[in-house]
């Protein structure tokens, strides 16, 4: 095998694992970005309920006098 052969097999290799590192994060990005979208939505539930039992207890979040550090 010439030394220009050996070099484009060497570089096919690269490439390939290349290829296979960026369709391993191309699948990691769109999982992480399902998992936020499921994390910002629980969140926001979350604030929702919160502020109905606040409510519900009679408290008014901004009815509350500032902290002593303002």
């Given amino acids: ?7 484009l097999t060497e570089l096919e ?8 590192a960026v ?4 699948v990691a990005d769109a999982e992480q970005s399902v998992r936020i979208a499921t994390l910002e ?5 979350l604030r929702g309920e919160l502020e109905t039992v606040r409510l ?7 009815s509350e006098p ?3 550090h303002y």
């Fill in 41 to 45: 939505r629980l969140v926001r539930d």
């Fill in 56 to 62: 519900g207890q009679g408290h008014d979040p901004h």
């Fill in 1 to 7: 095998m010439s030394s220009t052969e050996q070099r």
């Fill in 13 to 20: 290799v690269r490439l390939a694992f290349i290829d296979d």
């Fill in 23 to 26: 369709q391993a994060l191309i």
């Fill in 66 to 68: 500032p902290p002593p």
